[in-house]
């Protein structure tokens, strides 16, 4: 496509409930990165994505964090049991080989 | 470790010049970035600096990179009320196409 979509834009679930967020990345680009972003706060590195497999995992923060990529296209961040501080912007973004990134609109999670 | 820094906040008025500093801390860093947030919206790409580079100017926007000191700065010129936004620096790390980014500087542009 055009641009990175990301989807949903908003998300409300309840805490210990598990939610999915999709990437869909600029076709053609190699790489995938998934960041978080708290309230007033800059970009936290999740992991990033090299065609369909992850070299950069470093920045999930437990184990209920988990994304996939398949067909060097779609990429999926999970998050299982939610937690309140897991509330945050989570933005995707992909690069031609790593060079200037081109993020999508986010995704709001909000979990009550 | 990997830490890019900027100030919080740089108010300034309608046509005056924005200085919006950033320090980062790999100096095999291959480029360095400047990225613009508006609210409720994603990152956008402004501009690129390549690292053998000391300047870079984009039409209102000039980018100096001082190496030695690591240190980066966007410059805006004639700063209108759209250019309002959070503006975050990031750095390639070298060898990764890992980036990291700064906490962003909100810039209030008053009429």
């Known amino acids: 496509g055009a641009g990175v979509s990301q989807s949903p834009s908003n998300k409300v679930t309840e805490k210990g409930k598990d939610v999915e967020l999709r990437c869909d990345p600029i076709s053609g680009h190699t790489a995938l990165y998934w960041y978080r972003q708290r309230l007033g706060q800059g970009l936290e590195f999740l992991i990033y994505?090299?065609?369909?497999?992850?070299?950069?995992k470093s920045g999930l923060p437990s184990d209920r964090f988990s994304a996939e990529r398949t067909g060097e296209s779609v990429s999926t961040l999970t998050i299982q049991r939610t937690q309140q501080e897991d509330s945050a912007v989570y933005l995707c973004?992909?690069?031609?080989?790593?060079?200037?990134?081109?993020f999508g609109s986010g995704t709001r999670l909000t979990v009550v | 470790g990997e830490d890019v820094e900027q100030s919080l906040f740089l108010s300034v008025r309608e046509g005056d010049s924005s200085v919006i500093n950033c320090t980062y801390t790999?100096?095999?860093?291959?480029?360095l970035y400047w990225y613009k947030q508006e609210p409720g919206a994603g990152l956008q790409l402004l501009t690129y600096?390549?690292?053998?580079?000391d300047m870079k100017q984009d039409q209102r926007l000039t980018v100096l990179l001082n190496k030695k000191d690591k240190h980066l700065s966007l410059r805006i010129a004639d700063t209108q009320t759209g250019d309002s936004a959070i503006y975050f620096c990031a750095e390639s790390l070298s060898g990764t196409y890992k980036y990291i980014f700064g906490t962003g500087t909100r810039l209030k542009v008053l009429a």
């Open positions: 790999d100096s095999s860093s291959t480029y």
């Open positions: 994505f090299q065609g369909n497999s992850a070299p950069d």
């Open positions: 600096i390549f690292s053998n580079m």
């Open positions: 973004a992909s690069s031609l080989e790593g060079h200037g990134y081109t």
